[in-house]
């Protein structure tokens, strides 16, 4: 009998899944979530009661509409009456004003021409005394040309100094002669005057009287003659005339220089606004410019002021960046009691209160966010996208056979042993609806696209075998994904197989915080069959009804970004990537960055290998064109010019060369003594894997009984399995040395050791591992035993070998295993045989080696429990001097 769901039903009724929850309730009708499922006769029991207040509802939006239409059009009506009278006013007002502005401008020019014509007058009137007053003019007839009025008031500033000059030497020439000459008058007329007065003796009084009368008038006339002398014989009229021309003159350059410099100030002044107002103007243009490279770049406007600041910037980067002196912030920190140098670093913290101190606006960036991209989307322009789906859980609990099943295209048949053996993504369409998968290897990459801060998928489908149940690796897939903050979709697995309990995975389950809806959670479980194809319909509704409850948008109007799911070189294309788009629409053609890479795109191919022109959002295609290969996780965007992307991708190098140049060295047991005397260590951090829990607390209990008063032992992590790739990320992220107690780590896992420094040490006996965690510990440790590894072979089939007993039919994968080596046998991470090489042969020859890509046999010593895909690890014990 078919069944509804809450949400469908409240979709149906036009209102929300909590109104209909709230009905439901009303009507004690059990229903936990929107995703619950009803019974026929409860959807009966829910239309009957919920006809009239539909029908109620329905009658008051159609009065509520009427009321908001008839209100829209009062307002409306009000709106245009207002806008008119506004209008008129408005034109009222602006023909006052320009009538003001009439009569402003006539009295103005009235005042002006008034002004004008008491200036000409008064000019007139000055030439005319002055042409009355002139005598004689002593000014050149021809004055040379002057570059400027300026000049021409100097020049005549030296005339009249130059005039007076010759005045005063004219002056003082007849001052002179006019000494001389009565000198001369007096000498010479003793003699003579003395005759006369004694020939006059007998002379009348009245002829003496008369004498001295005519000697006076003589005197006076003398006197008058010597005065003209004495001024160069220029008489009266002439002086005061040369005198009044020389006061014109000077006034009126007075006046002219007074002016010259009054238009000068005038001119400064108007220089100096116009000045003002191209830099004003420039300020304008150039914000304006950048809202709009802002504008086509998506990005957020209101975040453009926003300083981005790297994490752990030092003082003067910090003050670089600020565009302040780097003084303001070391003074800052001297009052927040926390002196730095300029090359010191600072924390997050004291970023942010220097910024805001400064009243600046900073957001501090790690390492992910600065090789990252931010986007601003219009909420308009974003449109519903098909979610991306992850496919995660224990090994062989059937995520490529689901896969398998959804898309048909029988991908578990080619790859070895039917384990997915590369990162792949297909879409597949349900109803209309797009939804695309990600099929992942393990939780491990994972693990590794969260860590370099990529979140690439919506959904998480957590796959449980029913008659399997809870793994390690299903439980670190339920972390992994609780840390990605992706919701989870439990698809318990193999129903149709004898002794399946799917209640059994959901009790299990609910030990680490995944419950199913029908006990109250918020988890919805699916019982499906991979093989068979039991439940698969089903648990696609179930994704798109988690979809929906999302509602996931995108933007494909713009350039297009997303992440790099996995990228190899071929031989014959090169560089090879497979990308995620979650934001735009990608182009042939377009140039792209990503991570430290750069590139055309060449060609595309969706995920069935055909050719397409462009790939949107939730699309994943395969592109070609890049110039090396990318890391999976990395960020790519794409942009307009091929020189931006070039220069970006050359920082990116550029920046990671300087970071693994001044890269912090990780501690090991042999440095760790020296670390602890410079004191840059004060506590040891430890992974620990081991095969069985009993190991792990007893290695625990060992390790809390040892003396940690000089450094303290942390174990950070401790579980079961083998040594892989997620516990290298966590150890290169905390400085931590991984220990392995009766496992091994697989390949990935040792790459990754040796790419990022970490250590990794494995024991097969407690004490061993106590003794060198102590000896290092106090500065004892004597490597004087290194481990070597060989090779490693995988075993294909067992054969029987008489007087050797069993042996295995291996393929040699790397390295070279010799006849002498010491081997391990490891079967799924747990070693379970170590020991000697009893035979070794290449088809029916004894062999000394085997050299990887090489097939032959080989018998270990007193050990027969050999299965097909154990692995075989050889190595050798050599002697290596203590350096240090």
């Not at 502005?101 to 014509?117: L, N």
């Not at 010479?188 to 007998?202: I, M, Q």
């Not at 990887?852 to 270990?860: C, D, N, R, T, V």
Request: aromatic residues 4%; negative net charge; hydrophobic residues 40%.
């Amino acid at each position: 009998m078919a069944k509804t769901r809450v949400h469908d039903l409240a979709k149906e009724y036009g209102m929300s899944s909590k109104e209909m929850l709230e009905h439901l309730a009303d009507m004690k009708i059990p229903a936990k979530s929107a995703s619950s499922t009803l019974e026929d006769a409860y959807v009966s029991i829910v239309r009957k009661k919920l006809k009239p207040i539909l029908e109620a509802r329905a009658a008051e939006i159609e009065a509520e509409k009427k009321a908001a239409a008839q209100k829209a059009a009062e307002e409306a009506r009000a709106a245009a009456e207002q806008a008119e009278k506004e209008r008129l006013e408005a034109e009222r007002r602006r023909e006052a004003e320009r009538a003001e502005e009439e009569r402003r401008r006539a009295a103005e020019e009235a005042a002006r021409k008034k002004a004008e014509e008491e200036r000409l007058a008064a000019e007139k009137a000055a030439a005319e005394e002055a042409e009355r007053n002139r005598v004689k003019d002593t000014a050149p007839k021809a004055a040379p040309s002057f570059s400027s009025l300026l000049d021409q008031i100097a020049q005549q500033e030296k005339v009249l100094a130059q005039q007076a000059e010759e005045a005063a030497q004219a002056k003082a020439a007849a001052k002179g002669n006019g000494r001389r000459k009565k000198d001369d008058e007096r000498s010479g007329s003793r003699g003579p005057k003395r005759a006369a007065e004694s020939r006059s003796g007998e002379s009348s009084a009245p002829a003496r009287e008369n004498s001295s009368d005519a000697g006076a008038d003589t005197g006076r006339r003398k006197g008058k003659k010597g005065r003209r002398g004495e001024e160069g014989g220029e008489d009266r009229y002439s002086r005061m005339a040369r005198e009044a021309e020389a006061y014109n003159r000077s006034r009126v350059l007075e006046e002219a220089r007074v002016a010259v410099e009054e238009a000068s100030r005038e001119s400064t002044g108007r220089r100096k606004k116009r000045k003002e107002r191209r830099q004003k103007q420039a300020e304008q243009a150039a914000e304006q410019q950048r809202i709009e490279e802002a504008i086509a770049n998506d990005q957020d406007i209101s975040q453009l002021d926003t300083v981005k600041v790297p994490q752990g910037s030092t003082v003067a980067e910090l003050a670089e960046l600020l565009g302040v002196p780097a003084n303001d912030i070391i003074k800052r920190l001297f009052l927040l009691g926390t002196p730095l140098t300029l090359t010191e670093s600072m924390s997050d913290e004291l970023i942010e209160l220097v910024a805001d101190d400064l009243g600046r606006d900073v957001k501090v960036m790690t390492k992910e966010e600065e090789n990252s991209f931010t986007f601003f989307d219009d909420p308009s322009d974003l449109v519903p996208r098909a979610p991306v789906v992850t496919v995660m859980g224990h090994v062989d609990h059937g995520k490529t056979s689901l896969l398998d099943a959804i898309r048909h295209t029988g991908v578990a048949e080619g790859e070895a042993g039917g384990i997915t053996q590369a990162i792949g993504a297909s879409q597949v369409f349900i109803g209309g609806r797009k939804i695309t998968f990600i099929d992942t290897p393990g939780h491990a990459t994972f693990t590794a696209m969260r860590a370099r801060g990529a979140k690439v998928t919506d959904i998480v489908i957590l796959i449980v075998a029913a008659d399997d149940g809870v793994m390690p690796q299903t439980i670190e897939s339920i972390n992994h994904a609780k840390a990605a903050g992706v919701p989870i979709v439990v698809a318990v697995n193999k129903i149709d197989k004898p002794g399946a309990s799917p209640d059994k995975v959901r009790q299990e389950l609910t030990e680490y915080g995944i419950v199913p809806e029908e006990w109250g959670g918020q988890n919805m479980f699916v019982n499906i069959s991979a093989k068979k194809k039991i439940g698969i319909d089903e648990l696609l509704e179930t994704v798109l009804l988690q979809a929906d409850v999302l509602e996931l948008k995108g933007n494909p109007d713009t350039f297009a970004s997303g992440n790099v799911l996995e990228a190899k070189l071929d031989k014959g294309r090169g560089s090879v990537a497979t990308v995620l788009v979650t934001r735009g629409t990608l182009h042939i053609g377009d140039a792209l960055v990503a991570g430290m890479t750069y590139g055309r795109v060449r060609a595309m191919l969706d995920p069935k290998g055909r050719p397409v022109e462009e790939a949107g959002p939730s699309d994943a295609v395969e592109i070609l064109g890049l110039q090396s290969v990318p890391n999976a996780g990395d960020e790519f965007r794409v942009f307009q010019d091929d020189r931006e992307a070039r220069d970006l991708a050359d920082q990116r190098a550029l920046k990671a060369r300087i970071e693994e140049q001044n890269r912090v060295k990780h501690v090991t047991l042999e440095n760790l003594f020296a670390t602890m005397a410079d004191a840059e260590v004060k506590e040891l951090n430890l992974i620990i894997k081991a095969d069985v829990q009993g190991s792990i607390e007893a290695l625990q209990d060992s390790l809390d009984k040892m003396d940690q008063s000089e450094v303290r032992i942390n174990t950070i992590h401790a579980a079961v399995g083998a040594i892989n790739e997620t516990d290298v990320v966590l150890a290169d992220a905390s400085n931590a040395i991984i220990i392995g107690f009766g496992v091994r780590p697989d390949a990935k896992a040792r790459n990754a050791a040796e790419r990022d420094g970490v250590e990794i040490r494995c024991y097969d006996v407690i004490y061993k591992c106590l003794e060198d965690l102590d000896a290092a510990r106090i500065g004892m440790l004597k490597p004087t035993e290194v481990e070597v590894s060989t090779g490693t072979a995988t075993v294909l089939d067992t054969f029987k070998v008489p007087k050797v007993g069993i042996a295995a039919g291996v393929r040699v994968e790397e390295g070279e295993i010799a006849n002498t080596d010491s081997v391990r046998l490891v079967r799924d991470g747990i070693v379970v045989y170590n020991g000697k090489i009893a035979s070794m042969r290449h088809y029916k020859d004894e062999a000394k080696s085997l050299r990887a890509g090489s097939e032959g046999g080989i018998g270990l010593e007193n050990f027969q429990d050999i299965k097909p895909g154990d692995v075989i690890e050889g190595y050798r014990i050599d002697q290596v001097a203590r350096t240090e």
